[in-house]
């Protein structure tokens, strides 16, 4: 599985952005996709999760600010991130759960840098 990230970007607070995270190959195997963010001396944290039967769920410091969603046609995660805070800026990756029942397994994308000025 190869996930391409994209969307990243500068944005003032209270703004927008939409990020978008394509899979190609085996991604029939993808049970889960999520996004994950990581600021500069942080650990890196899940913020949002789209099972494959549509299940999502959010970070608490995101919830009602930010939408995962996912386009099965274009095999295309989105997550729209509205009403930006400055402490939102981090690089964003993305991560694809194939894990079996025996064996865990995952897949990063690159990082997409989001900025948020105040």
């Known amino acids: 599985v190869q996930l391409q990230a994209s969307g990243g970007g500068l944005v003032q607070a209270g703004g927008s952005l939409r990020l978008s995270c394509a899979a190609s190959g085996s991604t029939f195997t993808i049970n889960a996709i999520g996004w994950y963010r990581q600021a500069p001396g942080e650990q890196r944290e899940l913020v949002a999760r789209i099972t494959s039967g549509g299940d999502t769920k959010y970070v608490d410091s995101v919830e009602g600010r930010f939408t995962i969603s996912r386009d099965n046609a274009k095999n295309t995660v989105y997550l729209q991130m509205n009403s930006l805070k400055p402490e939102d800026t981090a690089v964003y990756y993305c991560?694809?759960?194939?894990?079996?029942?025996?064996?865990?397994?995952?897949?990063w994308g690159q990082g997409t840098q989001v900025t948020v000025s105040s």
């Open positions: 991560n694809a759960d194939v894990s079996t029942p025996l064996v865990p397994y995952d897949y």
